[in-house]
């Protein structure tokens, strides 16, 4: 399952935190602290794994990470994820992201912490994964963007006719 | 309540609107407000001006929610800068009831951002959430399918677990839509009500195995996250679906599913991944599973072959599942080859993954580490920490006697660069147990333990400091060899206190004064004199705490002796009689009476050579006279601690915490005169019992102790099997130093090589088995635990494939027997009721021809089926249980089918549920040849569970290894009928607290009306009394051996049947709507 996922840019300022086991409010500033210590000190060219960071739950515990630019995506998960499968699950986030705002950046982040989160809740679900697929991802999206223009909205999806 | 709140919230866009539409209501350009707020935050330089900015933006935000003025429209707004803020780290607690709002009277597009905000506030327990269901309940039903998804992702991250029925039957409902984006969410919503309440969605189950089969691959991929779960939690209960598993991974990975789920064309690799998952969990320890899949991993390994990374997680999972389950000789080989590629990798990741694989399989495969010893070696040079850890992970697990120094060493060298807490606490515990287990001789081991101290610091756990101390004291049988240890373990700590003992952790530090109080003596070239001085010098440190200098006192305690000492002394004592700390003062004074009077000193600390086993009067009658005494002069009598607790409970007025500080010490009542006698009575108790020592329970002196026990100086009662073995192996002296410098000498790496890996070829396992058989150090207290230890870990594949003779197959119970009338009282009426039905398993006994040994006295009874327990050459174990009115039995049978009598058969059960006794006396057991013995066992409930498992042992002489088996019983085992009237039903039912509601689904019978037809089941199948029907309702009541109640009350309400469950015991009512449920189900 995963615990929690964490967007932070290069100086420790969070730019998304969602969790999905309950900590308390200091606990969870605590987390984020702790994990851009761990990941910030680490080099470019070592693996993109950590384990066993003392408040996200020891050593039962793994955070997987990218560095994009400015920007470090944080997924905390516990065992029985799959490393590479979450690692490659961030670059579909992130795909899906730079294809939502168009080029995405750290701006894009700030400025639409809602949309974000949303595009995130259509991939992982109460902390189970729920759609890999970047144009399943980007439809259901839409379709809820959509909304706001018109009212009689039809839903949609590639995968209506299975 | 809750409507009440709702009805205003409804009412309020009604005013809000109207407000809004009034000309002049300023409108508020709230995007670029979180714009600006933004901009100066990025220009703040400090945190303070920060926390500022963020408070007055708070304020701002706090004005306009609760202003009438607000549009929903605003309100979103509001509500992303809030989300803003809260991410910060700030409390915006008093946006929570608007997020709430927003949530339930938004359009759509507000609606998202009102859940988006509830679920990133509120947590699963918080209060406000329960303003949420009608919301959730509401969006569920609704049209818009927009509206349901939102719901269903709300309901997955969040949602009160007492809450869940409400919205189960909708949730449930979505199951069957026809868009797949629903089903799937549903699915999930599921699986966190199964997370969160397993008990209220047991019902569903068969949904599930729907959702498994659902035409969309989507569906079908959500529920593998529950068969995952539930497969990890119970996997003898899926092992049907094992072939379903199969074929849908043969589909997956024969590209079967629809483009649009391939990823770089690799089709559906999150679904492989878990797939393999599932399988490896089914395949362990079963072969006859893990046949089935065997063709389609051996596929999966072979169509994985593409470069991209999602090709190695599949490879990953497939090499893990394919050492987990039963071992198939090519099919390793092929995954030992899959873990090289891995390991030798250029792709640091990968590399990482490489290294995770073998510290897992290693043990099965040390042969697999040989192989790649040079990577190994590598990598522990390699400049990323976590892959450094990785491989002293894999080190650690092939360590023996003879590679035990240098894997030490390295782990060490990475220790003293650690920086993380949480890998030293880790590797130092790992350092520890090798050191502990493996030592070739006493300095090495006390260097390391040294070492281990000194890096460990504050954060160790306590156990190892305890266990160290322990093993110190009880020593050797050796005399000799047991003085030498002691004598080097008080050289080495002498001249640590001679160079820097500032720089020591302070753990460490009173390892060491207790080592120096016990055992300097043992050395007599250091002067008592020198002991107290170097102790002092601790005294003086400015970082010592009042742990360590009650620790360093005790030691000096031990230690003054003679003239020398007595300034040094005088002057310690002086300055702690008067310390603020009482446990210090109390060892000051110990100390200054003791020093002064040496006959008394002899008496109270004996020293070792003469030291008899000591006899402690815990009742401290020699006080009595003290005591009557003081009593007759008007003093106050004694009374327990948790008595005067209470009292001062009661008298609330006056605050007397800090003499409870004190109190242990005063057991003897008399601590305002503090007399010589008080001292040494109180010394005496306090070596008597640990817990009582100085009342301080910062003392954790459970080393101490040993030697100080009620069975006196322990050592002379220790057996060590021989003494250490001195050098160890010849090849390991002359290893050279590995030195981190530059010069990277292939040679160098080679010898280390061949250092570390010693003992793991092929060739040498039998040697490293002779290794074992001397053992070097205190082997027999890590026997049987450490597989490690065990000459048998190292079997290489070929062996591994051979079926091992040693067959163990757990049984399980989906269905207990049934008796036709549950309302039975006596035994013999259960007999008569258990004749009746023909499906009693009487037949099935007749089969296995073990029916004819059950006791005489135990036939007739209902009874469950024989299943086999394990078995071990000729002996097989079968088990049933019986059940009797006022107990379970539990058969045994042990049956030898060889010819020859198998002598010392010992069985023995234990379980953390429950209680079992055995009903004959004598533990071993004589089998003659083509016989059966019968034990039988009384169960009784320890703590109730849904199902009770006994883990058993059997001990049989012949062959080395003592085979474990578990025996699964439901608990509806124990449930027996309990008789009452409705008036005694009364009133035990308001005397329990602890309650259960439930609905569940009505039997329907053509005879009876729906209420008796489901009583009917529930009486026959789980042994429950029907106290009263009552029109629609009724009252039932049964107990839990042995007398347990439990009662429920029945109603039906529409289609279903509401009961209510209460009893004293808190997880009895959970546990029997369980199997009310399965009761039901199987109708």
């Avoid at chain 2, 072939?243 to 024969?254: A, M, N, W, Y």
């Avoid at chain 2, 090289?340 to 590399?351: C, D, E, M, Q, T």
């Amino acid at each position: 399952m995963i615990r929690a996922i964490l967007i932070f840019n290069n100086h420790g300022k969070p730019r998304l935190s969602k969790f999905y086991e309950h900590y308390t409010e200091d606990t969870e500033q605590q987390i984020i602290r702790e994990t851009f210590h761990l990941v910030s000190k680490r080099d470019e060219n070592v693996c993109n794994f950590l384990e066993g960071g003392m408040l996200i739950g020891g050593s039962d515990y793994k955070l997987i990470y990218r560095h994009y630019a400015t920007l470090y995506f944080v997924f905390c998960v516990d065992s029985s994820e799959s490393e590479l499968g979450i690692l490659d699950l961030i670059q579909v986030f992130v795909e899906t992201l730079d294809k939502c705002f168009e080029n995405v950046c750290e701006l894009d982040l700030i400025f639409h912490v809602d949309k974000v989160h949303n595009i995130l809740a259509e991939m992982v679900m109460g902390g189970m994964v729920l759609e890999t697929n970047m144009n399943e991802i980007i439809m259901q999206v839409d379709a809820q963007n959509k909304m706001e223009k018109s009212e009689t909205f039809i839903f949609q999806s590639t995968r209506q006719d299975r | 309540m809750s409507d009440v709140v709702e009805k205003t919230l409804t009412a309020l866009p009604s005013l809000l609107l109207s407000v809004d539409s009034q000309p002049g209501s300023a409108k508020l350009s709230t995007s670029s407000k979180l714009g600006s707020l933004i901009r100066n935050i990025t220009e703040l330089t400090s945190k303070h001006e920060e926390e500022k900015l963020i408070q007055r933006e708070l304020s701002s935000i706090k004005d306009q929610v609760s202003s009438p003025n607000t549009t929903m429209r605003q309100m979103k707004e509001l509500m992303v800068r809030a989300i803003y803020c809260e991410m910060l780290g700030y409390d915006s607690s008093f946006t929570y009831i608007h997020a709430i709002k927003l949530a339930q009277q938004g359009s759509v597009l507000e609606k998202r951002v009102g859940y988006l905000a509830v679920s990133l506030f509120l947590n699963e327990h918080h209060e406000l959430l329960l303003l949420l269901v009608n919301t959730v309940l509401k969006d569920l039903q609704s049209t818009n399918l927009i509206e349901v998804c939102m719901a269903l992702t709300v309901v997955s991250q969040i949602f009160p677990k007492d809450m869940i029925p409400a919205i189960l039957p909708l949730v449930e409902e979505k199951l069957n839509h026809p868009k797949e984006i629903i089903r799937r969410k549903a699915v999930l919503a599921l699986y966190k009500f199964h997370l969160i309440a397993p008990n209220q969605v047991q019902h569903i189950h068969n949904k599930f195995r729907k959702a498994l089969c659902d035409k969309d691959p989507g569906v079908m991929g959500a529920s593998l996250h529950i068969y995952l779960h539930l497969i990890q939690e119970n996997p003898e209960g899926y092992k049907d679906l094992t072939t379903s598993f199969v074929t849908i991974l043969k589909q997956v990975v024969g590209g079967k599913l629809p483009m649009d789920f391939n990823y770089h064309s690799v089709p559906a690799p999150w679904i492989q991944i878990q797939l393999l998952q599932i399988l490896s969990l089914l395949g362990k320890n079963d072969p006859g599973t893990s046949e089935i899949m065997h063709e389609i991993l051996e596929e999966s390994l072979r169509r994985a072959e593409m470069n991209h990374n999602i090709t190695y997680a599949i490879l990953y999972e497939c090499v893990k599942c394919i050492y987990t389950i039963h071992p198939k000789s090519d099919l390793l080989e092929k995954a030992a080859k899959c873990i090289g590629n891995f390991v030798l990798s250029s792709k640091i990741n990968l590399k990482y993954l490489g290294l995770k694989a073998l510290t897992y399989v290693v043990q099965q495969d040390p042969k697999l580490a040989l192989q790649h010893q040079m990577t190994i070696i590598e990598c522990l040079e390699h400049p990323d920490l976590i892959i450094k850890r990785e491989t002293l992970e894999i080190l650690f697990r092939i360590t023996n006697a003879q590679n035990v120094t240098v894997i030490v060493e390295k782990m060490l060298t990475f220790l003293s660069t650690s920086e993380d807490d949480h890998t030293t606490i880790d590797l130092v515990g790992k350092v520890a147990e090798l050191a502990k287990k493996y030592a070739p001789d006493n300095e090495w081991f006390i260097q390391t333990m040294n070492a281990v101290f000194s890096l460990g610091g504050e954060t160790m756990q306590p156990d190892i400091t305890n266990s160290f101390l322990k093993l110190l004291s009880e020593g050797f049988d050796s005399v000799e060899e047991d003085r030498k240890l002691k004598v080097f373990a008080v050289n080495s700590y002498v001249s640590l206190l001679e160079g820097e003992p500032e720089k020591l952790p302070q753990r460490f530090l009173q390892v060491i004064s207790w080592v120096l109080g016990e055992f300097s003596h043992l050395q007599q070239d250091v002067g008592a004199e020198t002991v107290v001085c170097l102790l002092d010098k601790l005294l003086h440190m400015k970082n010592s705490t009042s742990e360590t200098k009650t620790w360093v006192l005790m030691a000096m305690t031990k230690v003054c002796e003679g003239a020398a000492c007595a300034p040094l002394v005088q002057s310690v004592c002086e300055t702690y009689s008067s310390s603020l700390d009482t446990v210090l003062r109390q060892r000051a004074q110990e100390l200054q009476h003791l020093s002064r009077d040496p006959a008394l000193r002899a008496r109270v600390l004996p020293p070792v050579c003469t030291r008899e086993p000591l006899e402690v009067d815990s009742s401290l009658s020699f006080l009595d006279e003290f005591v009557s005494e003081a009593l007759a002069a008007g003093a106050a009598p004694y009374k327990p601690s948790h008595q005067r607790q209470e009292e001062l409970a009661q008298t609330k007025a006056v605050s007397y915490e800090p003499y409870q500080l004190t109190l242990p010490i005063s057991t003897t009542a008399h601590t305002h005169t503090p007399s010589l006698l008080s001292i040494s009575s109180s010394l005496s108790e306090g070596s008597a019992d640990l817990s009582h020592k100085g009342g301080s329970s910062s003392l954790k002196l459970e080393g101490v102790k040993r030697v100080w026990g009620r069975g006196g100086y322990e050592a002379a009662q220790v057996e060590t099997p021989s003494p250490p073995q001195e050098g160890g192996d010849p090849s390991i002296s002359h290893t050279p130093p590995l030195t981190s410098e530059d010069t990277e000498s292939k040679q160098q790496e080679q010898q280390l090589a061949s250092s570390m890996f010693l003992g793991l070829d092929h060739s040498s396992v039998t040697l490293m088995g002779k290794g074992d058989s001397t053992p070097s150090w205190l082997k027999r207290k890590e026997r049987g635990q450490t597989p490690l230890n065990d000459a048998q870990t190292f079997t290489d594949p070929q062996e591994l494939t051979d079926p091992s003779p040693l067959h163990v197959v757990s049984p399980q119970f989906p269905q207990s027997p049934v008796i036709a009338n549950g309302t039975s009282d006596t035994e013999a009426a259960l007999a008569l009721a258990c004749l009746d039905t023909n499906r009693s398993s009487t037949n099935q006994l007749e089969d296995r021809g073990l029916s004819l040994y059950l006791p005489a006295e135990l036939s007739g009874l209902i009874c469950s089926e024989i299943s086999v327990l394990c078995s071990s050459e000729s002996l097989e174990l079968s088990a049933c249980h019986v059940h009797k009115l006022r107990s379970l039995e539990m058969i045994v049978f042990i049956s030898n089918s060889s010819d020859n009598a198998v002598q010392q058969i010992q069985v023995q059960l234990h379980s953390e549920q429950l209680e079992v006794s055995c009903a004959s006396e004598s533990q071993m057991e004589e089998v003659k040849g083509h016989s059966v013995v019968v034990r039988q066992y009384s169960l009784r409930v320890r703590k109730p569970s849904v199902h009770v498992e006994l883990i058993g042992t059997l001990f049989h002489p012949e062959t080395p290894q003592n085979v474990q088996f578990t025996y699964r019983l439901p608990l509806s085992s124990f449930i027996r009928p309990l008789t009452l009237s409705t008036e005694e039903y009364g009133t035990m039912w308001l005397s329990f607290s602890n309650d259960t509601k439930q609905n569940l689904t009505l039997v329907h019978s053509e005879n009876e009306g729906p209420l008796r037809a489901t009583l009917n089941v529930l009486t026959e199948d789980l042994h429950l009394h029907v106290v009263e029907i009552i029109g629609m309702e009724a009252i039932v009541a049964c107990r839990l051996l042995q007398d347990q109640p439990c009662l429920m009350h029945c109603r039906v309400h529409g289609d279903a049947l509401a009961v209510w469950l209460r009893s004293p015991v808190p997880e009895l009512p959970d546990c029997l709507i369980y199997h009310c449920q399965r009761a039901l189900q199987g109708h």
